[in-house]
């Protein structure tokens, strides 16, 4: 996998802050193992030319991720990803959750019983992974 | 910093800035945003001491424009090529180096490279996607704090536009202060610091983008149509 | 000065296929009009040789007189100085092409000169300089020109004939050669002196339109006029002053609007120009 490919973004929304996208994107990778713990991440020049954004936001998204914890700086050494395996452990959380709010926003007003609602998700989750079970052979 | 205090242009009997006042930053990406007429480029120009102001002020970093600024502090890219249709690429590089102590050479070698550029190629030949790409490079080579644009994605194919793009997200711009305009704000909406609405010779909105996405979930675009279309 | 002199060359660059060719036509022009009129010319002689029963060259000059240098040239006169006319019209024209057309070519190049370190008087001086190069440059190809001229003269005119004239006395009586390259120095000097203050007053006068357009115009015409009525004023007053006074006054005045000029024009391209 290239750098361009660990770091390519789809395209931004423009009503949500970009910075803010770019750490959810850092997240994403954390969580689907595209970015590894304790793995150097690109100067924010780098990663502006990457990703195709301002400087500034790349420093902005840096520092929100120092902030949370997401990034380690030690000295004049290139920044790292956390190999703290509780922070690693609350990307993933936080992931699911959102998706999860996002999901029941989107269902809410049709108006589904939870026991529904799991039984049709786990069937659903059964057949997707069979699909791609079967496609994985080919 | 880049300041307008109370600037105002006439040409004539018209009256194209109205006591405008706004600031752009070093190391930010500023835009001005109207529609045509707005007095965009007539504020560049002016900006750049290439047309007279009747009232108020311009100061660059404190200071009014010199022509001492041409080297080190401000450039401008206009909204089209300006060199002689008889000149070769390699002339005009040429031209700025003989004329300019702070030409970077090496910069506009690996620009030409990056643009595609043929360096015998002349003024008059060039598409308009290579005729920007040039234009941009003249101004990018300049080693000034502040770099003025001129519409540089009008009427420019998709690929050229990509490539002129991503030299905003380059170290190019990265020490410097941008002032540019555009009509085509979607595409680089997501690269700019700060937006200035300008309507009739006024500043009628100046925003930090990113602010405005945090505190009121809304884009630029959202806003234009707020304020131009109310 | 470094900047000067680049722009200079720059603004002799591109006038050079013009040049070329104002250059060519001079050179074929006074060489064919020079040889047409002097066979055109002959072949009257021997006509009326024919016609009066004279046989010999000498007969001829005893009864008619030699033939000139001068005499030679005006026959097929627009051969010989309509290429100086021709020449002359196109540089007036670029005294003001010069400037407009870094505002009216397809790239206007007036942003890139403005935009250019340094003071904006270069503009003004590479511009003058290059006029005044460009002139010289034809007045040098004239001198050049005509020793092969006189020397196709003498080749064609029968020795009984011909007339020796130095290339001297030929220009000093010839009104439009004494006019663009008298052969005294001081002449020469005056000559392009006032020549220079004009270009620079009609710089001036095309700043002042760039500066502010119908009222510049206006005010530049204005200005050119009055310049004008100034440098010539002196030698009307023929009767009423010495010679050394007129002349003295021609040149206070010249300069004092050489001087005016170039200020006004500083003022205007620092501070008031537009694109």
Known sequence: MTEQDRFDAPAFNHREPVYLQVVRHFKIGIATGRLEAGQTVPSRRELAALMKINPNTAQKAYKEMEDQGLIITEGNAKSRITSDEKILGAIREELITEAIDAFLESVRQIGVTPGELLDRIRRRFERQAGENGGHSHD | MIELDRVTKKYGRKTVLKDLSFTAEKEEITCLIGVNGAGKSTLLKAIMGL????????????????????????????????????????????????????????????????????????????????AAKLNLLLGLALDTDYLLLDEPFSGIDLFSREQIISVFSSELVEDRGVLMTTHEIEDIEHLIDKAVLLDQGRVIRSIRCEEIREREGKSVIDVMREVYQP | MKRYLHLVIMELHRFWKIYAALAALTVLSQTAGLWWSIRTLMKRVHWEMELTNLSSYAEFANQYGRISFMSAVSIKEPFFTG????????????????????????????????????????????????????????????????????????HMVPEELALDTSVFSFVRHHPVFDLLMPPHAADFLLHYWLGITGVAVVFTAILMERSF??????????????????????????????????????????VLLFVLSVWISGMLLKRKISV
């Open chain 2, 51 to 130: 047309t007279p102001i009747q009232g108020g002020q311009i100061r660059i970093d404190g200071e009014p424009i010199g022509r001492h600024m041409y080297d080190d502090k401000i450039a401008f890219v206009p909204d089209t090529l300006t060199m002689p249709p008889f000149m070769t690429v390699e002339n005009c590089l040429r031209f700025m180096r003989d004329f300019y102590d702070r030409w970077n050479g090496e910069r506009a070698a690996h620009l030409l490279q990056f643009f595609k550029l043929n360096p015998a190629d002349r003024v008059a030949s060039l598409s308009k996607g290579q």
């Open chain 3, 213 to 254: 357009r119908l009222k510049g115009l206006a005010a530049g015409a204005l200005y050119a006029l009055v310049s004008g009525l100034l440098i010539i004023g002196p030698v009307s007053f023929e009767h009423v002053l010495y010679p050394s006074e007129i002349f003295g006054l021609t040149v206070a005045l010249s």
């Open chain 3, 83 to 154: 290429s100086v006319a021709v020449c002359v019209t196109a540089l007036l024209l670029y005294v003001f092409l010069i400037w407009y057309r870094d505002w009216y070519g397809k790239n206007t190049f007036i942003y890139r000169l403005l935009m250019l370190p340094g003071s904006r008087l270069n503009l003004f001086w590479a511009k003058l300089t290059t006029i005044l190069l460009l002139s010289w440059g034809l007045v040098a190809l004239q001198i050049v020109l005509f020793p092969p001229l006189m020397a196709m003269y003498r």
